[in-house]
T-cell receptor
Framework: AQTVTQSQPEMSVQEAETVTLSCTYD???????LFWYKQPPSRQMILVIR??????QNATENRFSVNFQKAAKSFSLKISDSQLGDAAMYFC???????????FGEGTQLTVNP | GAVVSQHPSWVICKSGTSVKIECRSL??????MFWYRQFPKQSLMLMAT?????????EQGVEKDKFLINHASLTLSTLTVTSAHPEDSSFYIC?????????????FGPGTRLLVL
């Protein structure tokens, strides 16, 4: 069974600085999707970024970028120029190409200090 | 785009009553919708997957007779908690995957807080 591990329960960063959240996963599949979702205090899950495993290029969305290392099964999220609004729980998620369900990690609580 | 709504956002009910939660995809059609439960400071736990026009697939340990799911159209899925008890109090979240386009992505509703007294 696929598993997703986020080894950092909590992280903090100073406003305007850069922070990297870690995520590793276990799968025997060669093609799949990876996601980062953000859950602020409102508890609304917001899609941050999406990566398709067959694409070697790392996905980027404005201040958010990923470091996708397929061989190492690692999918870290880098947040540049951190803002107070980035404070949230961040979940890494995995989805098989053939399936529909998401497998979530345990989450990383990010605090942004002014 | 890709907006999902949930109603109600907050519900308080007495033990033994039933509660219905609606999940709607507002600007896209969704063949597949998902229902999750989330406890404070924990990850999302998938309860069931529903496909339009067919019976939902429940995860192991989820009572299908207690958590009734109906996916009657490509934009609406409902979760009914039957004979609710205090242990059913939780945060329930739905998500939907587009029929066309980014089918691999789940877009989430804002969630429903259920408190059973």
């Amino acid at each position: 069974a696929q598993t997703v591990t986020q080894s950092q329960p909590e992280m903090s960063v100073q406003e305007a600085e850069t922070v990297t959240l870690s995520c590793t996963y276990d799968t025997s599949e060669s093609d799949y999707y990876l996601f980062w979702y953000k859950q602020p205090p409102s508890r609304q899950m917001i899609l941050v970024i999406r990566q398709e495993a067959y694409k070697q290029q790392n996905a980027t969305e404005n201040r958010f970028s990923v470091n996708f290392q397929k061989a190492a099964k690692s999918f870290s999220l880098k947040i540049s120029d951190s803002q107070l609004g980035d404070a949230a729980m961040y979940f890494c998620a995995y989805r098989e190409t053939s399936g529909s369900r998401l497998t979530f990690g345990e989450g990383t609580q990010l605090t942004v200090n002014p | 785009g890709a907006v999902v709504s949930q109603h109600p956002s907050w519900v308080i009910c007495k033990s033994g009553t039933s509660v219905k939660i609606e999940c709607r995809s507002l600007d896209f059609q969704a063949t597949t919708m998902f229902w999750y439960r989330q406890f404070p400071k924990q990850s999302l736990m998938l309860m069931a997957t529903s496909n339009e026009g067919s019976k939902a697939t429940y995860e192991q340990g989820v009572e299908k007779d207690k958590f009734l799911i109906n996916h009657a159209s490509l934009t609406l899925s409902t979760l009914t908690v039957t004979s609710a008890h205090p242990e059913d109090s939780s945060f329930y979240i739905c998500s939907a995957s587009p029929t066309w386009g980014a089918q691999e992505t789940q877009y989430f509703g804002p969630g429903t807080r259920l408190l059973v007294l």
